[in-house]
């Protein structure tokens, strides 16, 4: 029999009943009610919004956390959610890593037990939706310089500044907000309707166009004590967010990259140049064979990472290797796709160029590509090189 070119080395062969069971439903919502709208979302500049109660009854919502509602999911089975979504659109893993990792989680991490009831369970059913702000107009990539600050006033505290390249933003219900206090980074609840709070959708996108991304305004915003995270105090806060988030990325994007694959073995297969099919030539086989040695490189990486989360040793330094190595990965198949379906390759009928595009956001985001090469620097060598 011949290799699956989803899985070329048969790495499932890792994962548990529950695990493929998990991926094989999010495979089938994403074939059933994803890949036929997305086109046309991903044109649109539009979320589809009409699929989150779709994907808050399979529980992918806080999946890997445990009770509040929430599905207590191990390491795999949470990266193939991730995996399947992003073969459908980077936008869908998008969202669903917002609402899990950056939300859901700092809020079960760091919330008190009265934030925990009153948000989680909504969550992870997909009616209150969440967003994360850290990102600062002045430089996403150093975030303990950011300006958005809180300052007490008696039990209160009042929140000024803003947020740039929001996932979610203008739809959220809830964003958790980060900013400066005279004790250090803390995090925020802050509620749509809070006075002198505002969500400004960004246009004009050429990447995540299925995706909500936002600015946030915050002026003189009061906030009351109930609604800081007690459990929190510095820029650790944040980051260990984004390292769930990261985590989640590293599996997503083999997702995308599979998805170009499976479409260019189909084109090759049909498309005859020269008297022969495309996928006869050794340059096209080689091609298309490098892809599937990255592809399987990846889930290589992204299963090793699942086994250290899983035994709780998995540091950030480690993520950063595979965030980087994962996305460059996708990113530079779905270019290399994009290139062998030739001037098809240029429209939306097929996916590769959704993905291409998407993909330069992910490899931007949750840390830039030379920020995890620092990142993987630094533990290398001892040296501080940011
Ligand atoms: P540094 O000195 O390294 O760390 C400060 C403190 O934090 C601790 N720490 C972590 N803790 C938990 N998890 C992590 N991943 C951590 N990384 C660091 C660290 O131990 C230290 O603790 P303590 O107790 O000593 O204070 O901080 P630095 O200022 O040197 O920064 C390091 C750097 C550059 C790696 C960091 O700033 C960084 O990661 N920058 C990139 C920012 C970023 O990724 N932003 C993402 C915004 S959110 C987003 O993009 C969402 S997209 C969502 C979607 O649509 O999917
Ligand atoms: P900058 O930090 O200004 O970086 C510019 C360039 O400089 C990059 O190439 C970078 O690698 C390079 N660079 C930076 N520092 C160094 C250095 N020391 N040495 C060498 N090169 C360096 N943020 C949130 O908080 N929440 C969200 O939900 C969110 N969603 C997003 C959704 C989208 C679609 C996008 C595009 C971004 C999102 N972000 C979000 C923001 C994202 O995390 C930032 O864009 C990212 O961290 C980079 O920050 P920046 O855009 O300010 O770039």
Redesign the pocket.
Known sequence: MRASPADFLDVSAHFAPEDIAVRDSVARLVDEKVLPIIRECFEQHRFPGELVPHMASLGLFGAPLEGYGCAGLGSIGYGLISQELERGD?AL???S??QTS?CMFPLHRYGSEEQKQRWLPAMARGEVIGC?G??ESQG?????NIRTHARRQGADWVLSGSKM?I??GSLAHLAVVWAQTDDGIRGFLVERGMKGFEAREIGNKFS?RA?V?SSLFFDDVRIPAANVLPGIV???G??????Q??Y??CWGVIGAAQACLAELLEYTASRELFGRRLAENQAIQIRLADMSRRISGAQLMALQLAQLKDRGAMT?AQ??MVKWNNCRMALDVARDCRDMLGGAGISAEHGPIRHMLNLE??VT????ET?HQ??VG?ELTGY?A?
Do not use: H, M, Q
């Open positions: 980077s893993r998008s969202f890593s917002v950056l994360f850290l990102t996403g990539s150093d975030p303990a390249w996932t979610n995540l995706s991304t510095g820029l650790k944040p980051l260990s967010c984004l390292t988030a990261r989640g990325i950030p993520v950063s956001s992910v985001y949750e840390g830039t920020i620092l990142a630094r501080n940011f």
